[in-house]
């Protein structure tokens, strides 16, 4: 008789896209976090909270998916009749709705800033999940590019703040009014009829790095195939009017004022163009006259941006730095941030335009650039464990770390079986714990207690003989009423 099987297993693991995250990462993104609220905090900003939920249609459609109605999101019916909802897929979607919905009640200009995890639908790849944490700044109500300067300006600030140097980052801006200038110049100045080209055209500009000159002219015409043979199709634009694209996107030069000649000669017939290169001029110079010159940031054609609410100015902050790729050829570490003005997304709600702009920075490429230059440790320290030498005595054992605690030092209690005592070193170190605090029979009657070093034991192992280690003051007998001090002696060591 066939045996019978039982219920099958769940497997053990995340969903795709998604991943768990441990003591160190924690720590290093926490204080990341720490140090971007305090710059904008010191810039005037707020702190916001809103739901990971909104419904859909607050939501609206603005991520660059063309193809698929509503994709990119996480979405579901809240019940029968009832609205849909999705997880939020930014941070700016809810906080124009915040916006609309406190109007009445929020200084104007509202200056907010918000961090936390964001979820989006889409296909999962190397460094790429579905779920990931943004920090986020933004100036509602200004109309002014001014707001928009500040932004550029606190962006760069923050990169330095948490640790990346003057030279291994540029802040790079554009406007998307010019875009739609030169949109009009090729012939697709409709934005509902020319949706598809338009979205072509701007999707081969932002792959400008990537595929050079020569991939974005034919993603500008019929098409182009790449190394796999997949084909992607073209915007169709002639070869005149791809012409004028690409001398836009070769616009830059030696100085801004150079840069905003060649955009103003460009766009000369849109008036929506000209006062896209006005907006730009006056940005360079309010940066200029803060003392943010070329160095740390520029006027750069080639940022486009992708979601679809951006009205004006955009910007991204970009690290110039090299890294080692997955087949160790170097590249440079690209985008950590990006922004700009979105002055249409509150009148979805209002029906009145409220000016808008801020910028939002990806805090994992960030952790994961700083750990790419090794400026991050990978490592937490670990907390003070009190070892068990006699499970009769654990109100002693608990009340050395109830004091150690008292005196703002992390400690635990082995709380394992404490017969093998090797076990407990062990433990500590994968705890990555810096002392271990040791009182048997004898050290109680003595009034004493050991303290082992196990950072200064570890390394006297790697680098010394038996002998040598003997000598060293790996580990030491204090008074037990000298516990908190002389823990803290070697903390500080």
Known sequence: MAKTKGPRRPRAEAPKGFRDDFGAELAERKAMLDTIAAVYH?????????????????????????????????????????????????????????????RNDLPSPYRRYAMGPVWRNEKPGPGRFRQFTQCDADTVGAASVAADAEICAMLADTL????????????????RKVLNGVMEVVGLDDPDAHAEARGIVLRAIDKLDRLGEAGVRALLGQGRKDESGDFTRGAGLSGEQAEVVMRFLAARGATETETCARLSDLVSASAIGREGVAEIETIADLLAAQGFGADRVTLDPSV?????????????????FEILDEQGRPRQF??????????????RFTGQEVPATGVSIGVDRLLAALRAKGRLKGATEGPVVVTVMDRDRMTDYFAMAAELRAAGIRAEVYLGNPKNFGNQLKYADRRAAPVAVIQGGDEAARGA???KDLILGARIAENASLEEWKSQPAQQEVPRADLVAAVRRILAR
């Open 304 to 320: 486009v941006r992708g979601l679809g609410y951006y009205t004006g100015p955009v910007f991204e902050a970009e690290l110039t």
């Open 42 to 102: 010191r810039h005037g900003f707020d702190p916001l909270e809103t739901p990971a939920v909104e419904t859909l249609e607050a939501l609206g459609k603005y991520l660059p998916d063309v193809d698929r109605p509503h994709a990119g999101v996480f979405a579901w019916m809240e019940e029968e009749g009832g609205d849909w909802l999705a997880l939020r897929y930014d941070l700016t979607a809810p906080l124009a709705r915040v916006a609309a919905q406190y």
């Open 449 to 451: 207690v050991q303290l």
């Open 160 to 175: 330095e703040a948490v640790g990346i140097p003057r030279g291994d980052y540029l802040v790079r801006i554009n406007n």
């Open 334 to 347: 690209g985008s950590v941030a990006g922004g700009g003005r979105y002055d249409d997304l509150v009148k």
